[in-house]
């Protein structure tokens, strides 16, 4: 259901800017958020921003990474700068987001978008 993009490579200390839309017929969008999954480990939480614009980030990434969204097009954003080879991760958005005929919000992901950090 949200449609990631972005991803690539990039040297240390570069910069790259992630998107995630939600397409289709939405109600309302809550919640959003990034995660990100290294090779071999497990997915964590990067940031998140609520519907009012409230943001939280992952110590890892403070300072460095901004999440923000665009809820007149269903879209949030990543910018990430000052990347480190850490960083080098599959990035997924996700939302918790009510569809047109859905009486609840539902939790989605993204399919992932790979970013790769080079020393």
């Known amino acids: 259901q949200l449609q990631a993009s972005g991803g690539g490579l990039v040297q240390a200390g570069g910069s790259l800017r992630l998107s995630c839309a939600a397409p289709?017929?939405?109600?309302?969008?809550?919640?959003m958020a990034w995660y990100r999954q290294p090779r071999g480990k497990k997915r964590e939480l990067v940031a998140t921003?609520?519907?009012?614009?409230?943001?939280n980030y992952a110590d890892s990434v403070k300072g460095r990474f901004t999440i923000s969204r665009d809820n007149t097009k269903n879209t949030v954003y990543l910018q990430m700068n000052s990347l480190k080879p850490e960083d080098t991760a599959v990035y997924y958005c996700?939302?918790?987001?009510?569809?047109?005929?859905?009486?609840?919000?539902?939790?989605?992901w993204g399919q992932g978008t790979l970013v790769t950090v080079s020393s």
């Open positions: 996700n939302a918790d987001l009510r569809l047109v005929g859905r009486v609840f919000e539902e939790n989605y």
């Open positions: 289709g017929s939405i109600v309302s969008i809550n919640r």
């Open positions: 921003i609520t519907s009012g614009g409230s943001t």
